[in-house]
């Protein structure tokens, strides 16, 4: 992952365990964050979602539509600066921040 560009070596003064869960369906291995106690501390955003009906209401008559490659999923999305250093994961005592958004 740090050759992929998705975490990178952290001497950040937060720190949260990763724990290896096993894929649903497969033998690979996905890395999880306990990020709890962060979230705790964390005031969320608060967007009202439209109804369904005026999103769809909005494509009518609609001709071009655009595409997004999530490839990377929220691997690929910008951290605030300011934020990058608090998502610290350890793991047998290496510890590493995200390089992008961990929603």
Not at 6 to 11: C, E, G, Y
Not at 17 to 39: A, C, E, F, I, Q
Not at 75 to 95: E, G, H, R, Y
Request: some cysteine.
């Amino acid at each position: 992952m740090v050759d992929l560009g998705i975490i990178r070596p952290s001497n950040s003064p937060w720190s949260f365990p990763l724990h290896m869960v096993l894929k649903k369906d497969s033998n690979d291995w996905r890395p999880t964050g306990d990020y709890r106690r962060l979230n705790a501390n964390t005031i969320p955003d608060r967007y009202p979602l439209p109804h369904i009906h005026n999103l769809t209401a909005t494509l009518k008559g609609t001709t071009v539509f655009s595409e997004i490659d999530l490839v990377k999923a929220y691997n690929q999305i910008p951290m605030a600066p300011d934020d990058v250093f608090k998502p610290t994961s350890s793991l047998l005592s290496v510890f590493t921040n995200s390089c992008e958004c961990l929603l």
